[in-house]
């Protein structure tokens, strides 16, 4: 690890200007995703901004209805909150199928949006890496890749993205609040993320000078039909093959409303609103699901290893929707 530079903000504008005047500084709160990188090897900052104080770490309802979180809460705190549990389920379900309790206690909403990809050949500094260093080339595509993205892929990255939590945060329609030192904006979730194209090394679309402060969700959450399942290799403490994070308004077995969104299979949270909209107004019927299903995994293209996560998913987002519709909670 190299030697940096520590600083601790007292407020969001003192941390916004360390950041821009030294741009290979780091934000850290949890450091659970940061600490690996930087003993890695892989993420190399001169200094260590501290924002685990500032006080972005509450989760209430707006006067519109929205529930906003705040980008220092952790990731233990939402799952169990009352109103979460309540009323966003799939967020909570889909947050408690990620990590381990230790580190859902450490892990804040803000840095599991910017955590950075999972895949061997990122993190092994010994092999070239087009996310890690630009030009290097992909060890991935002709290597052990059964982890690895089917969809948006690129011939300069077939990483994907490890959150659970933003697999159901984009199947909520969420909106994401930073700052930066042009002032406040909102990014919708469906565009915070990049797929790799020619420039993998960019994993969002939040500036260099810019924040996270909190995430919001719409007033709706699906509370009452709504399903994760995670597809793993062992069920705890694993990274996705597939995730499905499913949720639907119904009523007399008919489907109002549906929202799908992938994950495990992509550089970004995967979702694709013609699938969704061949089940609105649709029965609940397993016809309608695999429709949705081919709709959804259109495109995908398999690199040796993960040929299987095709049919995979497909099978996933079947028998996700079927749980989904099946139960009123």
């Known amino acids: 690890m190299n030697s940096f530079s520590y600083t601790r903000a007292p407020d969001v504008a003192s941390a916004l200007r360390v950041i821009t005047a030294e741009p290979t500084a780091k934000f ?4 659970t995703n ?10 190399r900052p001169t200094r260590l901004v501290d924002i685990t104080h500032l006080p972005l770490a509450g989760i209430q309802r707006t006067k519109e209805g929205r529930l906003r979180i705040g ?4 990731n233990a705190d939402v799952a169990y909150n009352e109103l979460v549990e309540r009323d966003y389920p799939l967020l909570s379900r889909a947050i408690l199928r990620g990590a381990s309790a230790q580190l859902r206690n450490m892990a804040s909403v803000g840095g599991n949006l910017m955590q950075r990809t999972r895949c061997s050949y990122f993190y092994d500094t010994a092999t070239p890496c087009n996310k890690r260093t630009p030009g290097a080339g992909c060890s991935a595509m002709e290597g052990i890749n059964r982890y690895h993205a089917i969809l948006g892929t690129s011939e300069h990255c077939i990483a994907t993205n490890p959150s659970d939590m933003s697999v159901a945060l984009l199947a909520l329609d969420a909106v994401i609040l930073v700052v930066g030192s042009s002032g406040e904006r909102t990014i919708p979730i469906a565009e915070f993320h990049r797929l790799p ?3 993998p090394q960019i994993d969002t679309n939040l500036k260099a000078n810019e924040m996270i402060t909190a995430v919001e969700l719409p007033p709706r959450g699906f509370s009452g039909h709504y399903e994760y ?7 705890s403490y694993a990274f996705a093959l597939v995730s499905v994070a499913a949720a639907l308004e119904m009523k007399d077995g008919q489907i109002g409303e549906a929202r799908l969104a992938l994950g495990g299979v992509a550089h970004k949270p ?4 013609e699938a969704e909209e061949l089940l609105n107004g649709k029965p609940a019927a ?5 429709k949705a299903a081919e709709a959804l995994l259109q495109g995908a293209k398999g690199f040796g290893h993960n040929d299987f996560k095709i049919e995979l998913a497909k099978r996933a987002v079947v028998r996700t929707l079927t749980q989904a519709a099946g139960s009123e909670r």
């Open 71 to 74: 980008a220092l809460a952790t």
């Open 229 to 235: 399942l995670k597809v793993r290799d062992r069920t």
């Open 286 to 290: 397993k016809d309608n699901f695999q």
């Open 270 to 273: 995967w979702r694709r609103k």
């Open 28 to 31: 850290i709160a949890g450091g």
């Open 34 to 43: 940061l600490v690996d990188l930087m003993k890695e090897n892989v993420e």
């Open 197 to 199: 194209g020619e420039t």
